[in-house]
Structures are given as C-alpha cells and as structure tokens.
Nanobody
Framework: VQLQASGGGLVQAGGSLRLSCAAS????????MGWFRQALGKEREFVGG???????????DYADSVKDRFSISRDNAKNTVYLQMNSLKPEDTAVYYC???????????????????WGQGTLVTVSS
C-alpha cells in the first residue's frame, strides 16, 4: 500500500484547508485510515481516523483538540480519504501524516503502532 498526502499550505487563523490521502497498491485490504500530526519538537499525535468494514457505514473518530473543527470523509471510488480542517488555529501547525491499517478493526485506531503504512507528510502552517 502506498499513500500520497497532499493539500497542506499556509493559511491564516480561522481559515480552512482540506488534506487528501490517496491510496494505491493493495488498498482493498485496508480497513482504517488515520491522520496524525507532528509539530516541531513534539511527538506525533493522533488527529482523527475513519474505519469501515465491507459495505457498512464508515465511522470516524477525532482527538478532542480537533473535534467540531475537523472532519474526515472517504471516497471509496478514488481510494482517497480527506481531512477537512476548519477554524484553524496556530497550534494546528504541524506536518500532517496519513496512515493506513490492514485487517479488521472494531474501533478507530489511535496509536501510531496500529498503522502499517504511512504517507510522506504534508506541512500545514497556520499564521496568527
């Protein structure tokens, strides 16, 4: 599985960005994708993720710090997951990574150890 993240950039506080993560390769085996971020000098942290199983309704979950501001969606036909980020704050500045997990999961994985595949990261800078 190969993941290609895109959509980062510079935005003013209060603005919006949409990140994309396109999957290729054995992407049919994926059952969950997550977004993480890593600010300068900090550890990589969970932002949000989405899980799905068969034809069921996808389920998303988010870190408390981004709930009500960020949302994740999935375009099955394009093998792409999106992270819509609204009401951005300077503390959202980080490199954002998407990740994918194979195999069934009953919840949205929130640990970096849960994910086997990672994209290259895309930088989001929010100016005050």
């Amino acid at each position: 599985v190969q993941l290609q993240a895109s959509g980062g950039g510079l935005v003013q506080a209060g603005g919006s960005l949409r990140l994309s993560c396109a999957a290729s390769g054995r992407s049919f085996s994926m059952n969950a994708m997550g977004w993480f971020r890593q600010a300068l000098g900090k550890e990589r942290e969970f932002v949000g993720g989405i899980r799905w199983s068969g034809g069921g309704t996808p389920y998303a979950d988010y870190a408390d710090s981004v709930k009500d501001r960020f949302s994740i969606s999935r375009d099955n036909a394009k093998n792409t997951v999106y992270l819509q980020m609204n009401s951005l704050k300077p503390e959202d500045t980080a490199v954002y990574y998407c990740a994918a997990k194979n195999g069934f999961t009953g919840r949205v994985p929130t640990s970096t150890y849960d994910y086997a595949y990672w994209g290259q990261g895309t930088l989001v800078t929010v100016s005050s």
